[in-house]
């Protein structure tokens, strides 16, 4: 039973360029969460997705971000016009459908997002 | 606003000994908290959570304390293992909702 799949692990990029990040989930998982962990913090709450719906996205930055869970495929995590502070290790979690207030997200490796 | 605390960001402990780690929260809609182990480069790793309906639950060497009335938790290790040598983050969540993390407390278990 595979893990959350992130890819790439590692991603460098230019100012102005787009980055994109993948997240397959844990199987029988249909719930996704993106995280950021910027040098020397805790991980911070980006995006909460289920299938085709984004379900809670207080923690994405209003510009330049965006994500999708479509039907078939992995999460995508779309950063447009990269900058510096862009910098960062991004983190995708999954869990099961939830039908309590106990559902435990497990997290994939993380990418590690360089901006030159 | 960080709603979740963890004061100590480092800990150093003998191998053998009780290693505790502390996080403090605000919220006291938060009904599930969990603590997750990370190694650098890698992952969060899951290693024990607690339902906001108990004051603890006990896995192995690991135990975490829930005390609502003082919006606090901890986490026990005994015995403390070099292997257990990590960056400990305790996380609360409020109805299945997003994590909340802390800013970590790093772990070092020597011999």
């Known amino acids: 039973n595979a893990g959350v799949m992130q890819n790439p692990r590692h991603l460098v990029r230019r100012r102005g360029q787009e980055a994109r990040l993948r997240c397959s989930p844990m199987?029988?998982?249909?719930?996704v969460y993106w995280y950021r962990q910027l040098p020397e913090e805790g991980l911070k709450f980006m995006v909460y997705l289920q299938k085709e719906n984004i379900i809670d996205e207080s923690g994405m930055p209003k510009e330049r971000f965006s994500a999708e869970f479509p039907k078939e495929g992995p999460s995508i995590l779309r950063i447009q016009q990269v900058v510096r502070g862009d910098s960062a290790a991004y983190f995708c979690a999954s869990s099961p459908l939830v039908t309590t207030s106990t559902d435990t997200q497990y997290f994939g490796p993380g990418t590690r997002l360089t901006v030159l | 606003d960080q709603q979740v605390k963890q004061n100590s960001p480092s800990l150093s402990v003998q191998e053998g000994r009780i290693s505790i780690l502390n996080c403090d929260y605000t919220n006291s809609m938060f009904d599930y908290f969990l603590w997750y182990k990370k190694y650098p480069a890698e992952g969060p790793t899951f290693l024990i959570s607690i339902s906001s309906i108990k004051d603890k639950n006990e896995d192995g060497r690991f135990t975490v304390f829930l005390n609502k009335s003082a919006k606090h938790l901890s986490l026990h290790i005994v015995p403390s293992q070099p292997g257990d040598s990590a960056v400990y983050f305790c996380?609360?969540?409020?109805?299945?909702?997003?994590?909340?993390f802390g800013t970590g407390t790093r772990l070092q278990v020597f011999p």
């Open positions: 996380a609360a969540s409020e109805d299945t909702d997003k994590l909340i």
């Open positions: 199987k029988g998982h249909s719930h």
